[in-house]
């Protein structure tokens, strides 16, 4: 694989332009994205993000190879909202000392996390490659990777952060360029702050990194005393844990800007003394439902489960798919508004792709490259769509003369994309070996033997086609499932 941009093309927030994407090591592409606080079932809101780095995902898989992509997504379950939800749901056994508070935290943040895989699988998402949890990368480890205590003291020690009133807080006013993400300046930010409540703070703009728990709190031990971590650190922490102190790409939700990855940013580039923390920064614009903020006090707040498994919008169930369509038929970085209309404008849709798909017996190896160059367009996941609207209609015009091509790459697509259309497994890693242990078997002129590897991927309905790279005119070999 090349180290050049393979087409692909992302809007930075980070330069407010769109630029060539160029991965650090195209053999290792790093994407962090902020992953849900568990302590309450995702909302629809909550699934854009997740949806559209899925897509990513899938392309930068595609584009550089399966196996060199890293994609984290963390689970943040230490947070105050989370211990009010425990003490909720807990009171009573907390208070009889049947359960300890830590104990009913890791109920309520198990069970939320458990919830959040199923519902993101339903909308055909990927697993992402590492799903760390901000509460394993508190204190110091014993594999070393990067942890939250260790940066905060590396901060400390740099001059970029203070203890004060029992806080540990960054000291904006150190880091002479902060606020390049969001385009704020320290003098906008103290405009805004409330100065009489942040009396112990250098600059209003100053964020915690470390705060003191009461003893009924989770608390962790520290060289400032048992407490826990602010909002920011963990992300800080757990990218650099698995990605390094600088990275390729950074997603997660317009509202994430400022201050959560701004704070990051800071704190990251400070504690490494790197002028970048990712290269890239992609923010999801924001849902709506029915044209308004979805708002628990307006009843318009649904959770991903809801529209699963509920009749509460719209009178009936969504499938998976359909949900997922409806969010990618708007561009990531737009607004959305989720209706309705919208959701059966999707399913009619995937009825019609579905039904031309089925027209072929199962996908194919051979992505149709105006899907991939329309997403290589920052996601331009609408113009994909169109591209398989086309595909559909060509595939129902077939005359029945050889192959339905159009199904094929129509069924490959809708695969690819993570659209469930029951294509038959396949298990590729081994029709890769077999493909490679044929062409070796051809290089040595060992005719027999590669036909008889071919012949035995047939008997298992899998046809191989041969072909030459129309660049370096090498021997490349594709396959797809016969009936
Ligand atoms: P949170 O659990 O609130 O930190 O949110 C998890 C992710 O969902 C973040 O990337 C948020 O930016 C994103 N998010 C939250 N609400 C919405 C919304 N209404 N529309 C789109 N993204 C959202
Ligand atoms: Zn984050």
Request: charged letters at 25%; proline letters at 4%.
């Amino acid at each position: 694989m090349s180290d050049a941009s393979q087409g692909l093309r992302l809007y930075n927030t980070l330069t407010r332009t769109k630029e060539d994407f160029v991965p650090i090591d195209p053999r290792n592409v790093r994407m962090y994205v902020c992953g849900p606080t568990v302590y309450d079932f995702a909302h629809i809101g909550n699934a854009r993000p997740v949806i559209v780095f899925d897509v990513l995902f899938r392309l930068l898989r595609h584009l550089h190879g399966e196996t060199h992509v890293t994609y984290v997504r963390n689970i943040t379950d230490v947070d105050d909202k989370i211990n009010a939800r425990a003490l909720r749901d807990f009171g009573g056994e907390i208070a009889s000392g049947a359960l300890s508070l830590n104990e009913a935290i890791r109920r309520v943040t198990e069970k939320t996390a458990d919830q959040f895989h199923r519902d993101v699988a339903t909308l055909g998402c990927l697993e992402p490659t590492v799903e760390p949890r901000a509460t394993e990368f508190v204190e110091p480890r014993a594999d070393g990777k990067a942890d939250m205590i260790t940066l905060i003291q590396s901060l400390i020690g740099r001059g970029h952060a203070y203890v004060a009133a029992g806080e540990v807080l960054f000291d904006t006013a150190s880091m002479p360029d902060y606020g390049q993400l969001s385009k704020r300046n320290l003098d906008e930010q103290q405009a805004g702050a409330r100065i009489a409540v942040d009396a112990h703070k250098k600059n209003p703009g100053d964020f915690v990194l470390w705060k003191l728990s009461s003893p009924e709190e989770p608390g962790w031990r520290s060289p400032w005393g048992r407490g826990r971590p602010g909002w920011h650190i963990e992300c800080s922490a757990m990218s650099a844990a698995y990605l390094g102190e600088v990275f390729d790409i950074h997603g997660g939700g317009l509202d994430l800007i400022f201050p959560h990855h701004e704070n990051e940013i800071a704190q990251s580039r400070c504690a490494h003394g790197t002028s970048v923390m990712a290269n890239v920064w992609m923010h999801n614009g924001f849902l709506q439902v029915e044209g308004q903020k979805m708002s628990k006090s307006l009843g318009n707040f649904y959770s991903i489960h809801e529209l699963l498994e509920t009749d509460t919008f719209g009178g009936r169930k969504w499938p998976g798919d359909v949900l997922r369509l409806a969010m990618l038929m708007t561009h990531y970085r737009e607004p959305i508004d989720f209706s309705v209309r919208k959701l059966e404008e999707a399913e009619n849709t995937l009825r019609k792709w579905k039904r031309a798909a089925d027209l072929a017996p199962a996908a194919g190896s051979q992505l149709p490259v105006e899907v991939v160059e329309a997403l290589s367009d920052d996601l331009a996941t609408y113009a994909a769509f169109q591209q398989l609207t086309q595909l559909a209609g060509e595939a129902s015009d077939f005359d029945g003369n050889g192959d339905n091509a159009a199904a094929v790459a129509l069924k490959t697509a809708l695969t690819f994309l993570g659209f469930d259309i029951g294509a038959t497994k396949v298990d590729e890693t081994v029709v890769a070996k077999a493909i490679a242990e044929r062409l070796t078997l051809i290089a040595a002129k060992n005719w027999a033997e590669a036909d008889r590897v071919r012949d035995e991927l047939l008997a298992q309905g899998v046809q191989l086609k041969d072909g030459k790279d129309p660049v370096t005119g090498e021997r490349v070999t594709t396959w797809e499932i016969k009936r």
